[in-house]
Each structure stands twice: as structure tokens, then as C-alpha cells.
């Protein structure tokens, strides 16, 4: 599986610090499907990766 292209996210995070996001709208920036797995979402997924490499932190 290719990797995810998170560039149109780090746009949206680059303007604001605090800010939410749908499933939906995670599909749209970046072609996948949310992950369903509360726990892998916050410590494991490519999201989780991202954000943690830019010292940001996901809350459910």
C-alpha cells in the first residue's frame, strides 16, 4: 500500500492549531478511510505518525 499524502491536512494545520475533522472529510484530503480502531487511530496510524512528527496530538 502506497503512502498517504497528508500535505492537503498539514495545509489546514499550518493555519490553525485546534480544528476538527470528519471521517468524511478525512477520506476527501486523503483518499483513505479513517482508521475504525480508537486506539490505533491515537498510537499507531499513519495519522497518529504525522501528527506526532509535528508535536501535535489527536483527541476522540
Same mark, same amino acid.
Given at each position: 500500500?502506497? &503512502?498517504? %499524502? /497528508?500535505?492537503?491536512?498539514?495545509?489546514?494545520? +499550518?493555519? +490553525?492549531?485546534? /480544528?476538527?475533522?470528519?471521517?468524511? =472529510?478525512?477520506? &476527501?484530503?486523503? @483518499?483513505? &478511510?479513517?482508521?475504525? %480502531?480508537?486506539?490505533?487511530?491515537?498510537?499507531?496510524?499513519?495519522?497518529?505518525?504525522?501528527? %506526532?512528527?509535528? @508535536?501535535?496530538?489527536? =483527541?476522540?
Amino acid at each position: 500500500m502506497s &503512502k498517504i %499524502d /497528508f500535505s492537503k491536512l498539514a495545509e489546514i494545520l +499550518s493555519s +490553525s492549531t485546534n /480544528f476538527s475533522l470528519t471521517e468524511k =472529510q478525512y477520506e &476527501k484530503l486523503t @483518499g483513505r &478511510k479513517m482508521p475504525n %480502531d480508537t486506539k490505533y487511530l491515537l498510537h499507531r496510524s499513519a495519522l497518529a505518525r504525522f501528527a %506526532d512528527s509535528l @508535536g501535535l496530538k489527536i =483527541q476522540v
